[in-house]
């Protein structure tokens, strides 16, 4: 994956762009692709020109590091998602690898303590990536922190990224080295297509079923502001423009419905979002 910071000068021109298409009546701008968007450095003020350009701003972070979060928290992102796999270092540093769970529980409470400071109003979401090893009282500490700090806290099964890899899966040619995580998982690739496609057989008409939402409503732009295909495939030969300021918005729609990969992805009901729980602690 290509890494790199957007700049402010090219953030004005994207959100320039969006407001001139207006592709739908109500749009979010999240400020990240991947990355870790704290570690930029001007990311408050992006947040403030998502805001002023009269966008819903979002951020989602792993929170392993304390850069700017008073600002980060003033500038009011309409959502502020956190991602972790586990509350203690143990288990966390299993998935979130080089990670510390001290570090994140640390910053959970600077950001509650600045929002109540400034009071402000950002929808502030835990999200638990739930394998098999952080079930216990990694899980019950995650609930009793969101409880203590206001935060919601959704669970949901992890799974494999990116999509290629589930698609390697099910031909029975995932490397080796992707083994360790997948025996972490609470659904193996191929039970969680199987659940997938049984979901697909039984609503054939659901919008989300019918075509894929990374397809119908929403676009990856990277910090260079090329497009991939969406954000489950990193394959960049699948990329649909190499610039989204001078692509127009059709000609990236129909170069994301040219894509053979989209029918493989389908075809295995890898593009339903799904949220699948089995979040009892153990
Ligand atoms: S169908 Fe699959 S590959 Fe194609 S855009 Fe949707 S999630 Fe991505």
Redesign the pocket.
């Known amino acids: 994956m290509p890494k790199g910071l957007m700049s402010k000068a090219t953030l004005a021109k994207v959100l320039d762009k969006i407001d001139r298409e207006r592709p739908a009546e109500r749009i979010m701008v999240g400020l990240y692709d991947w990355g870790e968007p704290t570690l930029h450095p001007q990311l408050a003020e992006m947040i403030k020109m998502v805001k002023d350009a009269g966008f819903e701003s979002q951020i989602s972070s792993n929170l392993n590091v304390d850069n700017q979060l008073r600002d980060l928290v003033k500038s009011e992102p309409n959502s502020f998602i956190v991602s972790t796999s586990g509350m203690y270092d143990a288990t966390y540093d299993a998935t979130h690898t080089g990670g510390s769970a001290k570090m994140l529980k640390s910053n959970l409470y600077k950001l509650a303590w600045y929002r109540d400071r400034y009071d402000t109003n950002t929808d502030f979401v835990i999200y638990y990536h739930l394998y098999k090893h952080n079930r216990g009282r990694d899980l019950l500490a995650a609930r009793e922190i969101a409880k203590e700090l206001g935060f919601r806290l959704e669970t949901f099964a992890a799974y494999l990224y990116p ?1 290629e890899k589930n698609l390697a899966a099910i031909d029975g040619i995932l490397p080796q080295h992707d083994q360790a995580l997948v025996d972490l998982l609470l659904l193996t690739p191929e039970q969680r297509i199987r659940l997938l496609r049984k979901a697909a057989a039984n609503t054939p008409d659901h919008p989300m079923v019918r075509d ?1 939402s ?2 119908t409503g929403k676009m990856s732009i990277r910090f260079d502001t090329s497009v991939p ?2 954000c ?2 990193y394959d960049q030969s699948t990329d649909v423009a190499q610039s989204f300021l001078d692509t127009p918005h059709e000609d990236i729609q129909t170069a ?1 419905y040219n ?1 053979s ?2 029918a493989q ?2 075809g295995n009901a ?2 339903i979002v799904a949220r699948i729980h089995g979040d009892n602690p153990d």
């Open positions: 999509m894929c990374h397809r295909l969406c489950t495939v994301k894509r990969i989209c992805c389908m890898l593009h």
